[in-house]
C-alpha cells in the first residue's frame, strides 16, 4: 500500500480517531450474542492498528466505553469490563513487541481495581514505545473531559484562560487533535466523542458496521481524505 503511504505523508495525516459502532448490530444481523459481535471488533481493532503502522499514521484513537454506557445491561457492562481486562493481557506481550504505545482517556478511576491495575500495566509496559499511540477512549465522554478541563483550571487558579489553556488541561493534552474522524454502522452523530478536539477535524461516515472494518476500509478513508480540501475557516 505504497500509494497510502503517501497521501498519508503528502497530507500529514497524523492522527485519526474512530467511533468504533455496529458491534451489536452486526451481531444481532446475524442471530449472533452481542459478546460475539465485541469480540469480532476486537479482531478489526487489531486490524486497524496494524493498517495505522503500515501507512505511517502515528496516532489512533478509539471510543471503547462511553460514560453513557454504563446505562446498558449490566451483563453486557460486565462483559465490555472483562473484554477490555483479558484483551490487554493477552495483546500486550505482542503489541510492546511491535512497538505501540498504549494510553487511556476518560475516568478509569471508576472502574475496578484490578482492571484498573491491568490499565497501568500497559501504559507502564508501553511508554517508552515509539510506534504508533493506540489511545483508547474508556469510560470516555466530551462534556466530562470539558468539566474535568475546568475544574482543574480553576483549582489552579488560573486568571487568563484561552483555548491553549482548555486544551493543556483535556486528556489528550500530550496528542495532535485528529485530523479525521471516522464512524462506522451509518450513524450521523457525533454521540459525545472527542467535542473539543474534533472542531476541524474532517468526517466520513461509513455504512459497513465496525467488525467489517479492516485495512482496505482504511485505504479508502484515506484517499476520500484527500480529496478533501481543510480550510480550517479561512
Not at 478511576?109 to 517508552?128: G, P, R
Request: with cysteine; charged share 30%; hydrophobic share 35%.
Amino acid at each position: 500500500m505504497e500509494e497510502i503511504k503517501r497521501i498519508v505523508e503528502e497530507c500529514e495525516l497524523k492522527h485519526i480517531a474512530i467511533i468504533m459502532d455496529g458491534n451489536r448490530r452486526w451481531a444481532k444481523e446475524r442471530n449472533l450474542p452481542s459478546a460475539v459481535g465485541h469480540k469480532k471488533g476486537v479482531d478489526s481493532l487489531k486490524a486497524t492498528m496494524r493498517a495505522c503502522d503500515d501507512f505511517g499514521i502515528k496516532y489512533l484513537t478509539v471510543y471503547a466505553f462511553s460514560t453513557e454506557n454504563w446505562n446498558r445491561k449490566p451483563e453486557e457492562v460486565n462483559f465490555l469490563m472483562d473484554l477490555l481486562g483479558q484483551t490487554l493481557k493477552n495483546e500486550l506481550k505482542e503489541m510492546d513487541e511491535n512497538n505501540v504505545v498504549i494510553s487511556f482517556i476518560g475516568d478509569t478511576t471508576k472502574l475496578s481495581d484490578k482492571l484498573q491495575a491491568i490499565l497501568n500495566n500497559a501504559v507502564e509496559t508501553t511508554k517508552t514505545n515509539t510506534g504508533v499511540h493506540l489511545q483508547i477512549a474508556f469510560n470516555y465522554g466530551a462534556r466530562d473531559e470539558i468539566v474535568h478541563a475546568v475544574k482543574s483550571i480553576v483549582e489552579e487558579g488560573v486568571k487568563e484562560i484561552t483555548e491553549e489553556t482548555i486544551s493543556k488541561h483535556l486528556y489528550t493534552s500530550n496528542i495532535p487533535d485528529p485530523d479525521l474522524l471516522i464512524r462506522t454502522g451509518g450513524e450521523m452523530r457525533i454521540s459525545n466523542y472527542l467535542l473539543w478536539q474534533i472542531a476541524y477535524s474532517e468526517f466520513i461516515v461509513i455504512p459497513e458496521f465496525w467488525p467489517e472494518f479492516d485495512k482496505n476500509k482504511l485505504a479508502e478513508c484515506v484517499r476520500e481524505y484527500k480529496r478533501r480540501n481543510r480550510r480550517f475557516g479561512k
